[in-house]
Antibody, heavy 120, light 106 residues
Framework: EVQLVESGGGLVQPGGSLRLSCAAS????????MHWVRQTTGRGLEWVSV???????HYAGSVEGRFTISRENAKNSLYLQMNSLTAGDTAVYYC??????????????WGQGTLVTVSS | DIQLTQSPSTLSASVGDRVTITCRAS??????LAWFQQKPEKAPKLLIY???DLENGVPSRFSGSGSGTEFTLTISSLQPDDIATYYC????????FGQGTKLEIK
């Protein structure tokens, strides 16, 4: 059974940092691209970042230069290092497995999410 | 970014009704569109991918159609378990999502 379990969320002050983790099981993690997606009541679902099987990364413009996605295949783990956090980063953060069709991919399994709150 | 516009934002229907949700893209995305179902406090669940392919385990009352810029999700006979918010997602480029359609029982 495919499982994705996020951790590391919490309350952080503006300007602070947080590192999210996503533990994967039930599939060969190294064979899949992975996404981070966040959700707020006001902005809905927003794609944040992708990391490919080769380690290539891309980011949404709203987080470019502040967030870093990484993976550790030996530990079946995905990470999101978030720096210079602002109130606008407050959201539930999901990791998601990407199902590829050629060079296109959608999210076929999602974790349960971890809440990040940026507030003083 | 490719913008997705869903309609309606809220839909009230009765058990057994045929329900249709529309998603329009700001530019052509071929068939690179997915539909997700999200229940309160839960993660989104993939229902349909590549516009019309049914994900394994999803009931056959769900179907998707369309290509280019206009897409629909249809529930042929609404069931109480279908009460949720539905989102479309394009993945022709970096993913973007529609704003969601909240489905309620009348």
């Amino acid at each position: 059974e495919v499982q994705l379990v996020e951790s590391g969320g919490g309350l952080v002050q503006p300007g602070g940092s947080l590192r999210l983790s996503c533990a994967a099981s039930g599939f060969t993690f190294s064979n899949y691209d992975m996404h981070w997606v966040r959700q707020t009541t006001g902005r809905g679902l927003e794609w944040v970042s992708v990391i490919g099987t080769t380690g290539v990364t891309h980011y949404a413009g709203s987080v470019e230069g502040r967030f870093t996605i990484s993976r550790e295949n030996a530990k079946n783990s995905l990470y999101l290092q978030m720096n210079s956090l602002t109130a606008g980063d407050t959201a539930v953060y999901y990791c998601a497995r990407v199902r590829k069709d050629g060079n296109k991919g959608t999210d076929d399994f999602w974790g349960q999410g971890t809440l990040v709150t940026v507030s003083s | 970014d490719i913008q997705l516009t869903q309609s309606p934002s809220t839909l009230s229907a009765s058990v057994g009704d045929r329900v249709t949700i529309t998603c329009r893209a700001s530019q052509s995305i071929s068939s690179w569109l997915a539909w997700f179902q999200q229940k309160p406090e839960k993660a989104p669940k993939l229902l349909i991918y590549k516009a019309s392919d049914l994900e394994n385990g999803v009931p056959s009352r769900f179907s998707g159609s369309g290509s280019g810029t206009e897409f629909t999700l249809t529930i042929s006979s609404l069931q109480p378990d279908d009460i949720a918010t539905y989102y479309c997602q394009q993945y022709d480029s970096f993913p973007t999502f529609g704003q969601g359609t909240k489905l309620e029982i009348k």
